[in-house]
């Protein structure tokens, strides 16, 4: 798939097929393009939660208010940055980078992915990160559902001329 191509084509997608669930050879190419994202100093700070246990699904997705559709996709990825081996005013940019290479892999492949977000201090997120056993040092910033979409969305124009500015303000 061209690179533009897969950029515009990307979308965030809330209903998935049950029956057809990344694969594990899918997983893995997923998680390969997360890991060759940049990062500061090339520490590399990202460490990943694979959620597929069905049980764990359904209690994320009975707390976490934007992830309804989560059971549905099947799997989730948790999107952590550990603070110990990166500076910490780093780690959040450079799992955003891991986070937009892992989302853009799946487009490729096929599967839709939706970013929820657990790095705002609700309640909520804490009580996930330790359902999940995240360290102490390390931050959870999202959770990347992953699975095969019912239906595909359409591309929006969103190239604004104006958004641009060369030079100064």
Known sequence: ????????ERRSIRSYDASKPITD??????????????SAMNKQPWDFVVIRDEQVLEQIREIHPYAGFITDAGTAVA???????????????DVALATQNMMLAAHELGYGTCYCGTYVDEP??????????V?????MYGLIVIGTPLKTKDV???????????NIW
């Open 79 to 93: 999107v952590c940055g550990n603070t110990h081996e990166s500076y910490a005013t780093y780690a959040p940019i």
């Open 135 to 139: 360290p102490e040092h390390v931050e």
């Open 25 to 38: 050879d899918d997983l893995k190419t997923v998680l390969t393009a997360a890991m060759y994202a940049p």
């Open 1 to 8: 798939m061209e690179l533009m191509k897969a950029i515009k």
């Open 124 to 133: 909520w997120a804490g009580q996930i990160k330790k359902w999940l056993n």
């Open 156 to 166: 929006p124009e969103r190239f604004e001329e104006n958004k641009i500015h060369y």
